[in-house]
DNA sequence: AAAACGATCTACT
DNA sequence: GTAGATCGTTTTG
């Protein structure tokens, strides 16, 4: 298996950056789906008192401590969210994947979603695990074995067309946002419907 | 035991 | 743009 990782001990916005154009592959009974990453939040553990882990381990985010280059799948509002655990364990920092273009497995995935608006399938964290089928069974999965979950070498994103959103003090204070998208890309968050199929 | 809270999403105006 | 749904986890009484 390709990998584009050297090695996972990145700090979460190189890696958030990295990961963009790579694609994520997930495989099941049901089948085989493929989502080319456009969208992603890089969060830190220290200076970032929404990142998960500033509240130190615990059962739930445990595996954000756990092994770099593992998952983390995360419950909010009912739904799931998928990083990936960046750094060394004990670190606690990860890269929340917040959008795909899906590429393969599209059937599946609008079975999965129950909508056929492939511009629905994968904008938007808990959309796109969804329709991956990524479920809690998958915290703390390791990433590096290229089995029902992991992440091969895509199509490359120029430097150029990599869009950074900074903003300080959303949620709370302390917190601290690092969004990144491929500019102009239909299928990240944030931008108007579109048509339908 | 009940209420409040979220790294969200949908439907509706 | 915003109200309401959603449900596991945390907080409150």
Same mark, same amino acid.
Request: charged share 25%.
């Given at each position: 298996?390709?990998?584009?990782?050297?090695?996972?001990?990145?700090?979460?916005?190189?890696?958030?950056?990295?990961?963009?154009?790579?694609?994520?592959? %997930?495989?099941?009974?049901?089948?085989?789906?493929?989502?080319?990453?456009?969208?992603?939040?890089?969060?830190?553990?220290?200076?970032?008192?929404?990142?998960?882990?500033?509240?130190?381990?615990?059962?739930?985010?445990?595996?954000?401590?756990?092994?770099?280059?593992?998952?983390?799948?995360?419950?909010?509002?009912?739904?799931?969210?998928?990083?990936?655990?960046?750094?060394?364990?004990?670190?606690?920092?990860?890269?929340?994947?917040?959008?795909?273009?899906?590429?393969?497995?599209?059937?599946?995935?609008?079975?999965?979603?129950?909508?056929?608006?492939?511009?629905?399938?994968?904008?938007?964290?808990? %959309?796109?695990?969804?329709?991956?089928?990524?479920?809690?069974?998958?915290?703390?999965?390791?990433?590096?074995?290229?089995?029902?979950?992991?992440?091969?070498?895509?199509?490359?994103?120029?430097?150029?067309?990599?869009?950074?959103?900074?903003?300080?003090?959303?949620?709370?204070?302390?917190?601290?946002?690092? %969004?990144?998208?491929?500019?102009?890309?239909?299928?990240?968050?944030?931008?108007?419907?579109?048509?339908?199929?």
């Amino acid at each position: 298996m390709k990998t584009i990782f050297r090695s996972y001990e990145d700090e979460p916005v190189a890696m958030a950056r990295r990961l963009l154009g790579q694609d994520l592959c %997930r495989r099941t009974r049901l089948g085989f789906c493929v989502g080319r990453i456009v969208e992603t939040e890089a969060y830190l553990s220290e200076g970032d008192s929404a990142c998960h882990s500033a509240v130190g381990p615990n059962r739930k985010n445990a595996s954000m401590f756990g092994p770099l280059g593992h998952a983390y799948v995360y419950t909010i509002h009912a739904r799931q969210c998928f990083n990936v655990v960046t750094q060394a364990a004990d670190v606690g920092s990860a890269v929340l994947i917040r959008a795909l273009e899906p590429v393969r497995g599209i059937e599946l995935m609008q079975q999965r979603r129950n909508t056929t608006l492939v511009r629905d399938l994968c904008r938007g964290p808990a %959309r796109l695990c969804e329709s991956l089928g990524i479920g809690r069974e998958m915290d703390g999965w390791d990433l590096s074995l290229g089995q029902r979950l992991w992440i091969e070498v895509g199509h490359p994103v120029p430097a150029t067309e990599i869009r950074m959103t900074r903003r300080i003090g959303v949620t709370s204070a302390e917190s601290l946002l690092l %969004r990144f998208f491929v500019n102009g890309n239909p299928f990240i968050s944030g931008t108007r419907r579109q048509n339908a199929s």
